[in-house]
Nanobody
Framework: QAQLVESGGGLVQPGGSLRLSCAAS???????????MSWYRQAPGKEREFVAR????????NYADSVKGRFTISRDNAKRTVYLQMTSLKPEDTAVYYC?????????WGQGTQVTVSS
C-alpha cells in the first residue's frame, strides 16, 4: 500500500525558513524514482493550489510564481523522500501543505502538514 507522510511543518515568523519532508512507503526504489513528485497547499477558505514539482529523475523542476526564488524542491530517491525548502516565508504562505506522487494513472496524496507564518 503506497503511502506519503509529510512532516516539518510548524509556526515560523515572517522571513523565516522551514524544510518540509515527504516520506514515501510502499514504493520500491525503481518505482519511486519514476514518479513525478509535487507539493500543493491549501489555505483556509481557498482551493488547493500547486506549489512545486520535480520530475522522476529530478532533472527538472517548476514552481508557482508566488514561491519562485524562495522555495526549492528536491528529492532523494534512495531515501524515497521529497523535500521542500522554504525561505523568506510570508504570512500568505500559511496553509496545509500536501505531498503528491503521480505516475499515470496512479496518483497519491499525503495527509498534509500545517505551516503557519505569523509574528
Amino acid at each position: 500500500q503506497a503511502q506519503l507522510v509529510e512532516s516539518g511543518g510548524g509556526l515560523v515568523q515572517p522571513g523565516g525558513s522551514l524544510r518540509l519532508s515527504c516520506a514515501a512507503s510502499g514504493f520500491t526504489f525503481s518505482t519511486f524514482s519514476r514518479y513525478a513528485m509535487s507539493w500543493y497547499r491549501q489555505a483556509p477558505g481557498k482551493e488547493r493550489e500547486f506549489v512545486a514539482r520535480i520530475t522522476d529523475a529530478g532533472g527538472n523542476t517548476n514552481y508557482a510564481d508566488s514561491v519562485k526564488g524562495r522555495f526549492t524542491i528536491s528529492r532523494d530517491n534512495a531515501k524515497r523522500t521529497v523535500y521542500l525548502q522554504m525561505t523568506s516565508l510570508k504570512p500568505e504562505d500559511t496553509a496545509v501543505y500536501y505531498c503528491n506522487a503521480r505516475l499515470f494513472p496512479l496518483n497519491y496524496w499525503g495527509q498534509g502538514t500545517q505551516v503557519t507564518v505569523s509574528s
